[in-house]
């Protein structure tokens, strides 16, 4: 068991909690934040430790877990750096792993900020996690060893699944994973379906089963997805007529065209 410090008190380490704490995970847990209505709120909710001072949270952390804005990252870590340099010996026998979760901070940027007492890992979980069908991706620095990898893989492996990927794919990822795909998605569809004469439920509902159930039995299932699509959509029936006509007014074209803005903004939050 390991000492887990989350810096930031905020949705995704709420997320994150409930997974671990979903995954009856052994890890002890611990969460740092200025704000301590929400150390309070953490703590009832979970049953976790709490440390309101940033400098007892990170002695204490052998993984510390960065979950603040992007435009919160370098003040926090220059205060992190500050402390580590006081610690005089340095940490006994080990040396922090620390996992920053924030979009479009690269590694080589977390390395300038703390250099040689961090080993540093970036992943990029789903507020799915809470309830332990989360997806995250891990990426690692070429000299982070093999023991450390595995122990933020199998971390975030407590809520859901996990892929490694390059980090210069990682813009690209945060851009598509993101649930909010489905919710707008399910959100749009239920309008249209209220217009054309549902209640609100029973288009919410219809327009659930249209998108979750229909994912579902692509990931557990055997066939492709070209193929269920084939299968769905009967060519002169209702579905082809229905998809048919999103193509032509410019669905693909739009996701495509969001996909694109959604890069360019994580790249302009990177300064790159």
Known sequence: MSTVVFLGG???????????????????????DRNRDKLRDL?????????????????????LIVAVRPSSV???LQSVGKILEKVNPPLPGRKPLA??????????????????PMQWARA?????CRSGHGLTAVTFPRALPRADRKRVHDLFASFGQVIEIPESKFDAFTVTFSCSHGYHAL???????????????????????ALADGIIAWREGKQSLE??????ATP????????????????????????AAGLRRARANAGK
């Open 10 to 32: 905020g949705r995704i380490t709420s997320a994150m909690l409930a997974g671990l704490r979903l995954g009856k995970t052994r890890h002890r847990l611990v969460v740092h």
């Open 43 to 63: 703590k009832k909710r979970y049953a976790v430790a709490v440390e309101p001072d940033l400098s007892r949270a990170v002695k204490q952390a052998e993984v």
């Open 74 to 76: 370098g003040e926090l």
């Open 99 to 116: 996992v920053c979760l924030a979009a479009s901070v690269p590694l080589r940027a977390l390395s300038k900020q703390i250099g040689a």
């Open 124 to 128: 990029m979980p789903s507020p799915l």
């Open 187 to 209: 959100a749009t569809l239920a309008q249209a379906a209220q217009e054309a004469g549902l209640d609100r439920n029973t288009a919410q509902l219809a327009s659930a089963h």
């Open 227 to 232: 193929s269920l699509l084939d299968e769905a």
């Open 236 to 259: 002169g029936g209702i579905a082809a007529a229905t998809a048919a006509k999103m193509d032509a007014v410019g669905y693909e074209r739009a996701v495509r065209q969001g996909v």
